[in-house]
């Protein structure tokens, strides 16, 4: 039966300033998102009688583009985490959605030559635009960040050493995924998703 590595504390810190981060990038994303829904929907109405089928029909345009970008986001990260380049087609509606976000949200400020309307209604989708392009580097380097922290000091548990254990469990037939590698090895969650990730890598190429 193989011996877990002894966990030791070393990159905790590391991974609780990775949940904090993006925890905290998400949030700015929404309430940013958010802020344009009701800028958006002012553009849309243009002026239609409140409750009325445009007025309540513009409601629905901000939250389509935004349902579409945080999709993106989303599998961005996932993407990213496992090195998998996403291709034209994902990245050009990631730029059109941000570009017709803010394109909606400050018509009516450039319209009415209004330099304190510009920067009011640029400055929300341009932090949304700014904290897309942030979060997934961010995430992935944490993530390397972690793994260091584990490579770092010859008195802490290596990659490869988790990486050996993990493998030695492996037995044919059996899911690999994060959770069952923290499960054989008694690695952080931070790294048991790269974890998982090599040794299905390595056990594709055996099959």
């Known amino acids: 039966m193989t011996r877990n590595p002894k966990r030791t504390a070393g990159p905790e810190p590391v991974e609780r300033v990775a949940v904090q981060v993006d925890r905290l990038c998400w949030t700015g994303i929404l309430l940013g998102l958010a802020f344009t829904m009701t800028n958006v929907q002012q553009f849309a109405a243009a002026g239609a009688r409140p409750w009325s089928s445009t007025w309540l029909g513009a409601w629905l ?15 961005e990260q996932v993407t990213a985490r496992y090195q998998v380049r996403t291709g034209a087609w994902v990245r050009g509606a990631k730029w059109f959605t941000l570009a017709a976000t803010y394109v909606m949200n400050t018509w ?3 319209a009415e030559r209004s330099p304190a309307l510009v920067v009011l209604h640029s400055v929300p989708p341009l932090v949304v635009f700014v904290a897309v392009e942030a979060v997934t580097d961010l ?11 584990f490579t770092d000091s010859p008195r802490r548990t290596s990659f490869a050493d988790y ?15 994060p959770a069952w590698v923290r499960e054989v090895t008694g690695c952080s969650r931070g790294l048991s998703s790269r974890l998982a990730a090599e040794l ?3 056990v594709g190429k055996r099959s």
């Open 200 to 202: 299905r890598a390595e």
């Open 61 to 75: 345009l901000d939250p389509m583009v935004s349902l579409v970008l945080l999709a993106i986001l989303r599998a």
């Open 108 to 110: 009516q400020a450039f």
């Open 163 to 177: 990486l050996a254990a993990a493998r030695a469990a492996y037995a044919p037939g059996t899911l690999v995924t």
């Open 139 to 149: 995430r992935d380097k944490l993530g390397a960040a972690i793994t260091a922290a």
